[in-house]
């Protein structure tokens, strides 16, 4: 399995988003990891070293309450419709929010603008959040009726195609 920058990078700025915008006191953001349920899934396109990657992640379970809520998901990543990651992965949602918290807190220019996001002929409400790290400068689109992580759309300064966008949400 290999371990892809797309992911890695999304993860990065993600934990940041959310530890930076709870230092910096501003508007909440969408948390779509508080109210996911079995059956939802989401599609992305990640642009990878290694070419452009499909991801599929499903939720399969979510157990208990609260912070102690545990999520299983299950993740499928293609290139060139070969599996090149394939796994199951539990989370704890208050651990989740708790690593978010504590995550680098680096980013600066951090600005959340509500907006309306179109996606797919619908509109959908949403925010978009501009910041900087040490790994570049980022926007995001995010809504809270995406499953997961909220995330329609990542884009980093400089690089003409999107690092990371949504192709497709359901349940």
């Known amino acids: 399995m290999r371990c892809l920058r797309a992911c890695i990078l999304f993860y ?4 940041t988003v959310f530890a930076a915008a709870v230092a910096a006191d501003v508007p ?11 059956g939802q899934w989401v599609r992305y396109r990640h642009r ?4 452009v990657a499909d991801q599929k992640q499903a939720i399969l379970a979510v157990e208990g309450e609260g912070d102690d809520q545990v999520i299983s998901i299950e993740s499928v990543m293609t290139i060139e419709d070969e599996i090149v990651d394939e796994r199951t992965e539990t989370v704890t949602y208050g651990v989740a929010m708790e690593e978010q918290r504590r995550a680098l807190a ?7 603008t509500p907006v309306v996001i179109p996606f797919n002929g619908r509109d959908l409400p949403g925010v978009r959040v501009e910041f900087r790290t040490s790994e570049g400068r980022f926007s995001l689109l995010l809504s809270d ?5 909220g995330v329609i759309r990542m884009e980093e300064d400089g690089v003409d195609e999107p690092v990371m966008e949504l192709l497709e949400f359901g349940e």
Not at 12 to 15: A, L, P, R, W
Not at 28 to 38: D, F, G, I, K, M
Not at 106 to 112: I, K, M, Y
Not at 145 to 149: A, K, M, R, T
């Open 48 to 51: 990878t070293e290694y070419g």
């Open 145 to 149: 009726l995406v499953p997961l992580s």
């Open 106 to 112: 680096d980013a600066a220019d951090l600005t959340v």
């Open 28 to 38: 909440p953001l969408p948390n779509s990891l508080a109210t996911v349920r079995p």
């Open 12 to 15: 990065i700025v993600f934990s």
